[in-house]
């Protein structure tokens, strides 16, 4: 299989049949209960490979939710994710259990998280950041660890950052190095959790374009945000959520400019009116 | 307003050369008050006409001997507490009834029970059960205080570990981290941070609580002054000099302390 981040020797924009091989992702029957709040109402997702796809709808509609599914940072309900061939059946009263916290390691091995709020470790240098997941847990040797760690923080633009504390790093650096982080692990797909959400407005540009980047260089990518002039550039699909369920789903453009649902058309038109009602 | 620009550099400076002098002014006071009061202490002892100036100079190298072992014991306790006080966090955090069970039995027995009566068990009574619990008295002292601070540090350690953001956990796990190392490598160290100060501060009051084990013979600062001052009958320069040893050195490891907690800050953070 092919990692996120072989060079691309073309743009991979439109998912042609030519693409259609075994999904990289897949979700089945998702379901989500927080107590009796019934969160997700069975989402069903297939990604290709080489394929973004971006969530939008409004807050509390399930979206973060469900891509904490994907990688069993929540443990669903209900349904099943595959991830690169490896399935793994939610199983709600065994969550704990040694064998399916193994099954769901192989499943976070094969996926890399970008969060809101950075999450970076701040006892460790942005090197040791890079290195501990590849070094410790593929059992990469340290130098090419470090070589292959030194690599994607030049893709960021963050190259002279290397011995650097978090704490000393801006909000959008911080997410720079994040997005290195997860791509020092070579994962199969890459999912952000609104990673824009906890920026300064003027560092939102620099971690979209690194984002950008990478979607066009055909990395497999799930993105939930609430940026649609991003969605629109580096989608190649977009879905929108309301309730827990999937109500549409297309290609931006249709999606953005003339989407059929009106439950889409007044999200957008509610958005567009004051995007810091719906972003909050 | 013209003028008052011009005038703004000489009016920063007049406030700022006020504010130093203020600063001086309240430095000289604080100064002042603690010379005043110890010298009218010292000249009240002095006045009873019971102070024996012979005694002090020759009893004080003694007393102050103890200091030694007063700070040995401290440390050597402070650190079976931290062990102690790692592992009773991680049975206090278990999702498991039996860790749990056990982490909490002993911090509800040990704050519930004096210190003086867990040095008289650990050392008078377990003997009494068998003659291989006969412990020599620094290791009776060592593992009472060790056992006692324990306790009182796993509720500082549980409350450490979880200070540690949620999301540290959950970028380690996203990482494909299994949980044990999640601990060693994310958790714990930043917990440690967070708790240095509070060690800091239990190994200043080990310092005092440590005079406890002069009852069962630990020839510490405490004991040394009992030794020295009681058959003499010069209890009162005795206790005072071992009460000054105690102050002197809880002013000195408050500064390392203070050094200490400062360097961290500057670190990495």
């Known amino acids: 299989m092919t990692g996120p981040m072989e060079p691309a020797s073309h743009i991979s924009h439109p998912v042609t049949a030519a693409h259609l091989g075994p999904p990289m992702v897949r979700a089945e029957g998702i379901e989500k209960y927080f107590g009796r709040n019934h969160v997700l109402r069975g989402m069903d997702l297939e990604v290709q490979t080489r394929e973004a796809v971006m969530l939008i709808g409004r807050s509390g509609s399930g979206k973060t939710t469900f891509l904490r599914c994907v990688n069993f940072l929540e443990e669903p309900s209900a ?49 040791q950041n890079l290195i501990e997941a590849p070094t410790k847990i593929l059992k990469v040797p340290r130098a090419e660890a470090v070589e292959r760690a030194e690599a994607y923080l030049g893709k960021v633009g963050l190259a002279e950052k290397r011995d650097e504390y978090p704490a000393r790093l801006s909000g959008g650096q911080k997410q720079r190095v994040a997005i290195a982080r997860a791509l020092c692990m070579e994962p199969k797909v890459l999912l952000f959790d609104e990673p824009t959400s906890a920026l300064d407005p003027e560092l939102i540009g620099e971690v979209l374009h690194v984002m950008e980047d990478l979607a066009h260089e055909g990395a497999t990518m799930i993105v939930v945000t609430h940026e649609l002039h991003f969605a629109r550039e580096a989608a190649d699909r977009v879905i929108f959520l309301e309730e827990g369920r999937i109500i549409e789903e297309g290609p931006p453009e249709k999606m953005l400019d003339n989407p059929d649902d009106d439950r889409t058309r007044g999200f957008l038109r509610r958005f567009l009116t004051s995007p810091k009602a719906s972003a909050s | 307003m013209i003028e008052a620009v011009g005038m703004r550099p000489a009016l920063f400076e007049q406030i700022e050369r006020a504010e130093a002098a203020s600063r001086r002014w309240f430095r000289a006071k604080f100064a002042l008050v603690w010379v005043v009061i110890m010298a009218a202490l010292f000249a009240a002892f002095a006045a009873t006409d019971n102070l024996d100036a012979d005694f002090v100079t020759e009893w004080s190298p003694y007393i102050l001997g103890g200091a030694g072992i007063t700070v040995l014991v401290s440390v050597l306790s402070i650190a079976l507490a931290t062990v102690l006080a790692l592992i009773g966090a991680i049975g206090r955090l278990s999702r498991r009834a039996v860790p749990y069970g056990v982490a909490s039995f002993y911090v509800s027995l040990v704050r519930g029970t004096p210190l003086l009566v867990q040095i008289y068990i650990i050392f008078f009574s377990l003997p009494q059960i068998s003659p291989l619990l006969i412990l020599p008295a620094i290791a009776g002292g060592v593992l009472a205080l060790g056992f006692n601070y324990g306790a009182y540090m796993t509720e500082i350690f549980r409350a450490g570990i979880q200070a540690v953001p949620r999301g540290q956990t959950e970028a380690a796990r996203a990482l494909g981290m299994p949980e044990n190392l999640i601990f060693r490598r994310i958790v714990l160290p930043q917990a440690i941070r967070i708790v240095t100060p509070a060690i800091g501060n239990d190994f200043i009051s080990m310092i005092k609580d440590s005079a406890l084990v002069s009852t069962i013979g630990v020839q510490e600062v405490l004991w040394r002054a009992e030794n020295a001052g009681r058959p003499t009958l010069h209890t009162l320069e005795a206790f005072i000099i071992a009460g000054l040893v105690y102050w002197g050195l809880t002013i000195v490891f408050s500064f390392v302390q203070e050094r200490l907690e400062k360097r961290m800050a500057r670190g990495d953070r």
């Open chain 1, 79 to 127: 349904g099943s994710i595959e991830i690169d061939g490896v399935r793994v059946v939610a199983d709600p009263l065994h969550a704990r259990s040694r064998e399916h916290l193994e099954q769901i390691r192989q499943i976070r091995i094969r996926s890399g998280m970008v969060f809101q709020e950075f999450n970076l470790f701040p006892h460790m240098s942005v090197l």
